[in-house]
């Protein structure tokens, strides 16, 4: 992980859809997305935009909430570089899986 640092944020509220072209799973978390509220709403609609395909949107027949969940990330302070978001309901299994996925 050299200089990058683990950045974890308190439980808040998942809400995942999938992208009805080409399946990826969107997330919004109510502390990792400053717009949370709107991704929501739009993922409840169809009309947020896919980040994977960025040509596809949410398939509204999938919305769903999930459990409260940390999030977690890897971060440059300084600089806009960071990993994805990865969240989990337990913190100590989510810290063990950012370890296993980026090596420390």
Do not use: I
Not at 2 to 29: D, F, I, N, P, W
Not at 48 to 53: A, G, I, K, N, Q
């Amino acid at each position: 992980m050299s200089s990058m640092q683990l950045q974890v944020l308190r439980k808040g509220a998942v809400y995942t859809c999938e992208c009805a072209k080409c399946g990826a799973t969107l997330y919004t978390h109510e502390w990792a997305h400053y717009d949370h509220n709107d991704r929501r709403d739009a993922m409840q609609a169809g009309t947020l935009p896919c980040d994977e395909c960025f040509s596809g949107h949410a398939d509204p027949g999938t919305f769903g909430p999930m459990r409260d969940m940390y999030a977690a990330r890897l971060t440059m302070p300084g600089y806009l570089d960071s990993t994805e978001w990865t969240f989990g309901a337990n913190l100590r299994a989510l810290v063990r899986t950012m370890r296993e996925m980026y090596g420390e």
